[in-house]
T-cell receptor, first 114, second 116 residues
Framework: AQSVSQHNHHVILSEAASLELGCNYS??????LFWYVQYPGQHLQLLLK??????LVKGIKGFEAEFIKSKFSFNLRKPSVQWSDTAEYFC????????????FGSGTRLSIRP | GAGVSQTPSNKVTEKGKYVELRCDPI?????LYWYRQSLGQGPEFLIY????????DSGLPNDRFFAVRPEGSVSTLKIQRTERGDSAVYLC??????????????FGPGTRLTVL
């Protein structure tokens, strides 16, 4: 069965620090990978996604993620965080055999100290 | 334009009662999804519609849960004989097509269901 693991439940950083949130997935086939973000009081929204091609994916607000197939990982990075990045971040996966069913991780809460 | 809307925003009910949760997708979106999010967890897939038909209902936890989308637009998630464990935020999402490689899921604000 597909699953997604996010290793950090809560991360606290100061502004301008670099960010890396871990994500590993379990799936025995070709996958699409996603990062979603939920800012306080807002809807869940797509941050970036990988489905083919360049394994380094760039998203909105300076975020990027790298798909490493051999490690089943899709870690999210940002070189310098801002207070406005405070949010909950969810990694997700779907497989080509069930292309519209997305499996989410349990989320990482990111708190940025101003 | 208008996003995905869900009503009610909050619903409190008693154990054993029946509830209906409504989702209005973005106009023109053919794919509609229901998820359930419990406290401290990520969204859990329940069911996905392509048009009027349920294309994948493998996430519905048991036969107390049922969803419809009779005209291919608005969808209703129905829960019979509610239990305290059904308490969660129920999220709806829609996308232009079911191909999430090329299209994006847009989520609604959710309905917070509390079963007393």
């Amino acid at each position: 069965a597909q699953s997604v693991s996010q290793h950090n439940h809560h991360v606290i950083l100061s502004e301008a620090a670099s960010l890396e949130l871990g994500c590993n997935y379990s799936y025995g086939g070709t996958v699409n990978l996603f990062w979603y973000v939920q800012y306080p009081g807002q809807h869940l929204q797509l941050l970036l996604k990988y489905f083919s091609g360049d394994p380094l994916v760039k998203g909105i607000k300076g975020f990027e993620a790298e798909f490493i197939k051999s490690k089943f990982s899709f870690n999210l990075r940002k070189p310098s965080v801002q207070w406005s990045d405070t949010a909950e971040y969810f990694c997700a996966v779907n497989g080509y055999s069930s292309a519209s069913k997305i499996i989410f991780g349990s989320g990482t809460r990111l708190s940025i100290r101003p | 334009g208008a996003g995905v809307s869900q009503t009610p925003s909050n619903k409190v009910t008693e154990k054993g009662k029946y509830v209906e949760l409504r989702c209005d997708p973005i106009s023109g979106h053919t794919a509609l999804y229901w998820y359930r999010q419990s406290l401290g967890q990520g969204p859990e897939f329940l069911i996905y519609f392509q048009g009027t038909g349920a294309a994948d209902d493998s996430g519905l936890p048991n036969d107390r849960f049922f969803a419809v989308r009779p005209e291919g637009s608005v969808s209703t998630l129905k829960i019979q004989r509610t239990e305290r464990g059904d308490s969660a935020v129920y999220l709806c999402a829609s996308s232009l097509s079911p191909s999430l490689s090329t299209d994006t899921q847009y989520f609604g604000p959710g309905t917070r269901l509390t079963v007393l």
